[in-house]
C-alpha cells in the first residue's frame, strides 16, 4: 500500500510503518482518513490552484520572485526560512522573502505606529477588543476590525473553521454577482448534478461537504 493511500486510510503509525489496523492514539500526526469520504463525490479536488494561478506565472518570468510570506504562517514556510533564509537563492527556484521572520505583530505595530493605509475590508488596527488606542502598540495584542487575511475571493479553504458571518456569507452582502457566479453554475437532472459554464458550482460543493461532515459545517447562504 502506498504511503499516501495509507495516509489517506489511516493505516499509517506514529513511526510511519503502514499496518492493516492502527489504534487512534497510535495513528500518525498526518493521517488524512477524515478526508477518505471526498473520494466519492461527484466533483474534482485538487490542491493546484495556486499553482496554475499564482506560482506558474511568476516561473514564467526569468529573475526572483518577492513575496511578502512569513515563516510564521506555516510549518512548511517555517521550515523552508531555517533551511534557506529570506533570500534562497540557491532554491530550484530562487525567490526572496524579505518579511519572513516578521510575525502578524510586528506587521500590525508597524502599521499602528506609523499610521499606514490599508484596504478597506481589513477595517482598522485596534487593539484585541476593539480599542483604538495607539499607546497600546508594543505593549498589547492587535487585530483588524474587518477580516484578518485575504487571498483569493473565491478560495474556501477553511471557510468551516469561521464564525458568521462567513467569507460568503459577507460576499453575499457587498457583492452579489459574484457571489451568484461563485455558488451557480449547475443544476440537478433526474437527481444528478449537471455542471455548466454559469458559474463556479460551489453551492452544489458545500452542500455535499455538510452532508458528509454535518448540517451548516459551512456556512455559505
Request: charged share 25%; aromatic share 10%; hydrophobic share 30%.
Amino acid at each position: 500500500m502506498p504511503v499516501r493511500t495509507a495516509k489517506l486510510f489511516g493505516h499509517l503509525s506514529k513511526d510511519n510503518q503502514i499496518k492493516e489496523s492502527v489504534g487512534q492514539g497510535d495513528k500518525s500526526a498526518y493521517s488524512c482518513e477524515k478526508y477518505k469520504p471526498l473520494c466519492y463525490v461527484d466533483f474534482n479536488i485538487s490542491n493546484q490552484c495556486c499553482n496554475v494561478m499564482k506560482k506558474s506565472v511568476v516561473h514564467k518570468h526569468k529573475g526572483y520572485a518577492i513575496t511578502a510570506q512569513t515563516a510564521e504562517e506555516s510549518r512548511l514556510r517555517t521550515q523552508q526560512w531555517l533551511k534557506n533564509g529570506c533570500n534562497g537563492f540557491n532554491m530550484k527556484r530562487p525567490v526572496s522573502n524579505p518579511m519572513s521572520f516578521w510575525c502578524e505583530q510586528d506587521v500590525l505595530q508597524y502599521i499602528k505606529q506609523n499610521n499606514l493605509p490599508i484596504a478597506s475590508v481589513y477595517g482598522d488596527v485596534a487593539e484585541k477588543g476593539g480599542q483604538l488606542t495607539l499607546a497600546c502598540c508594543g505593549s498589547c495584542e492587535l487585530e483588524t476590525t474587518g477580516v484578518a487575511r485575504t487571498g483569493c475571493i473565491f478560495c474556501g479553504y477553511g471557510v468551516h473553521l469561521e464564525k458568521e458571518p462567513t467569507r460568503f456569507q459577507r460576499l453575499k452582502q457587498t457583492h452579489p454577482r459574484l457571489y451568484e457566479y461563485c455558488m451557480g453554475g449547475g443544476e440537478y437532472v433526474d437527481g444528478i448534478w449537471k455542471p455548466n459554464k454559469q458559474g463556479l458550482g460551489m453551492a452544489h460543493v458545500f452542500e455535499e461537504l455538510n452532508k458528509i461532515y454535518g448540517k451548516d459545517f459551512i456556512k455559505y447562504k
